[in-house]
């Protein structure tokens, strides 16, 4: 395979989000994302999303849809890694239960640049199952680090997580996880830094896609981490009782090209 720089799909990759849509109102405004009642089984599956309400038509017939299956035979390498710097301060723990997955709501103050874009650092949550696979392989959990730029463009920043050595630093959420829905907890007194969930090694591959729950918005950046974090089976199954299915479908790739920065 050579190393030529698709020049022309790299400047576009980039320029999205210059080009893109406001989607500040899905992340700001959960209210109106839930006001439709939506799941992960029966008639308020995925399969069923884009029929749920008008808002939601993008989760049916976006041709850029988030998850895919990262084939890496098939990815342009791109060998500038520097493209992509990641600056996470620690924050004090802000937990939520939402009904879908444990998120975890950031404090101003970090953030990730893709080129030239800055993205600041907003929540993260969890999937169990992976929504995305590598190569066929889905992996037991993913890590969604959702950012925002100032022009309301997001990125997100995907972890696969598979069965291995304990996770401190998710046990002190696991640790605090709220069985009750809906409401936000401060927990007093606990800091979390989500840089402590980034992979030693930072080869990630990039696409333009979508959130993977309604409205299922798109041009999003996805950056997937190629090399997996550990949790223990006991940390994965912690979650995965609270949580059984939280996890979108395969979706197809259609004419987009994924990158590959190492
Ligand atoms: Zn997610």
Redesign the pocket.
């Known amino acids: 395979m050579t190393n030529t720089v698709p020049r022309r799909q790299l400047l576009k990759l980039l320029g999205m989000s210059i080009l893109g849509t406001s989607f500040s109102s899905c992340i700001t405004s959960p209210a109106r994302a839930t006001s439709v009642n939506w799941g992960y089984i029966g008639k308020a599956g995925p399969e069923h999303w884009g029929e749920l309400s008008p808002e939601y038509q993008l989760c049916g017939l976006g041709r850029q849809q988030t998850p895919i299956d990262l084939q890496i035979a098939d990815v342009k390498n791109v060998t500038n890694q520097d493209l992509l710097s990641v600056n996470y301060q620690p924050t004090a723990l802000h937990l939520i239960n939402n009904g879908k ?1 444990i998120q975890v709501n950031y404090q101003a103050g970090s953030y990730l640049k893709f080129g030239q874009q800055q993205f600041e650092l907003l929540q993260f ?1 969890f ?1 169990h199952i992976s ?1 995305h696979r590598l190569n066929g392989k889905s992996y037991d959990m ?1 890590l ?1 680090l ?1 950012h925002r730029s100032q022009n309301g463009n997001l990125a ?1 920043m995907a972890v696969f997580l598979e069965a291995g050595k304990f996770n401190p630093t998710l046990q002190i959420i696991w640790d605090a996880m709220p069985q009750e829905k809906g409401v936000e907890t401060r927990i007093k007194d606990i800091n979390i830094d989500a840089s402590q969930f980034l992979p030693a090694k930072h080869t990630f591959l990039a696409y333009s896609g979508s959130l ?2 309604p409205p299922c918005s798109e041009n999003v950046l996805w950056c997937v981490m190629e090399t997996p974090i550990e949790a223990s089976t006991a940390q994965i199954v912690q979650f995965s009782q609270m949580f059984p299915v939280n996890a979108r479908p395969l979706q197809q790739l259609n004419d987009r090209i994924v990158m590959e920065f190492i």
Do not use: N, R
Request: proline share 0%.
């Open positions: 997955t949550h999937h929504e993913e969604h959702v997100v993977t729950t």
